[in-house]
């Protein structure tokens, strides 16, 4: 009897390490299950091979050949995801290990030369993707210090009513350093596959041709970054409108950078419903003239069980997928 409940406890404790290891789709531990359950299997040729050695052997094999063979999948897709901390405004750098890097916006102009440090410090040498959401001041104005510094592949931009294109010294600054570098600004609309590689995806889900606004927020590039198992939503400044337009589409994202600074009228419970993610990520200057982020924004995603991090309080904020689970890392814990 007791020997049945010192199998039934071994029995036990091994499918727990296998089950970790499987769901983590960790081969080492499923290998190291098959080795034992071939080791404890009975033979004639050993004398003493006990009953309950054949059972734990049974069980383990069965694991090995019912449960992990058929249903484990090989994940690959790393990829580590940078918040950088440029004030009032928004820098995200995507970094994949086939040495592809995309920079989404580039904050205000002062933060320029910041970016291109980090850019520099992360020992990246081209950019295959620079992307401007929308071409307000605080996204696109670091872009030209950034153009200057790199060979950049691809330029994109959101399609959007030409009337509603800012006259400002940003755009302008942008559409100099363009046509220094010899850059097109290639417009893409929500549908498109903008960078694929192994295990990992970026695609745009908005702006989509059916928007009507007159606000530019509503015609951000929304962008879904997918790393293996994991989902990334990044939403630049697009509002409630831009979110109902895609509310069809599946959003579900571990992590979201929330809209427009945690803005009011953006991150509607609608949408956090439908993206419903693990951790947020705001990007917002410390004692920012627009008191952002807005305290009901903050309270709907505490209700949302939303993990907060922030710009203005963690600084830069540093996410690993190795795609399987994320690991963040902040500037200031
Ligand atoms: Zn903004």
């Known amino acids: 009897m007791r020997e049945y409940r010192n199998l039934l406890f071994t029995a036990s404790v091994l499918c727990f390490i296998a089950a970790y290891g499987f769901f983590n789709t960790n081969p080492g531990f499923s290998v190291f299950l098959l080795i034992l359950g071939i080791l404890l299997f009975p033979h004639r040729s050993r004398k003493n091979y006990g009953k309950e050695k054949g059972i734990l052997s049974a069980v383990l094999l069965s694991f090995y050949f019912f449960v992990y063979l058929p249903f484990s999948v090989p994940v690959s897709g790393e990829c580590t995801v940078t918040f950088l901390d440029v004030g009032q405004g928004d820098c ?9 890097t995309t920079v989404i916006d580039g904050g205000l102009s002062q933060y320029g030369t910041r970016i291109v440090s980090f850019l520099q410090s992360r020992k990246i040498h081209r950019i295959d993707l620079l992307i ?79 928007i009507d606004s007159l606000d530019l927020n509503d015609y951000c590039l929304i962008l879904k970054l997918t790393c293996g198992r994991n989902v ?48 947020g990520v705001i990007s917002v200057g410390t004692d920012n003239d627009y008191e952002l982020p807005n305290p009901y924004v903050l309270n709907r995603l505490q209700d949302y069980n939303v993990h907060v991090f922030r710009t203005d309080q963690n600084g830069t904020v540093t996410m690993h997928s190795d795609g399987i689970s994320i690991t963040v890392q902040c500037e200031k814990p």
């Open 132 to 210: 401007a959401t929308h071409l307000h001041s605080d996204h696109i104005g670091g872009l030209p210090d950034i153009l200057s510094c790199f060979p950049v592949e691809r330029f994109i931009e959101p399609v959007y009513p030409s009337e509603l294109s800012p006259d400002t010294a940003a755009v302008r600054y942008l559409k100099q350093a363009l046509k220094k570098e010899n850059l097109t600004q290639e417009a893409v609309q929500g549908g498109r596959v903008l960078l694929e590689g192994d295990g990992y995806l970026l695609e745009a889900v908005s702006p989509v041709a059916s």
């Open 232 to 279: 990334f939503l990044f939403t630049a400044d697009a509002g409630y409108l831009a979110e109902l337009e895609i509310l069809d589409q599946n959003l579900s994202a571990d992590v979201l950078k929330i809209g427009h600074h945690g803005s009011f009228g953006s991150t509607s419970t609608a949408f956090l419903n439908a993206v419903s993610p693990k951790y």
């Open 92 to 100: 995200t750098i995507l970094e994949f290990m086939d040495g592809k």
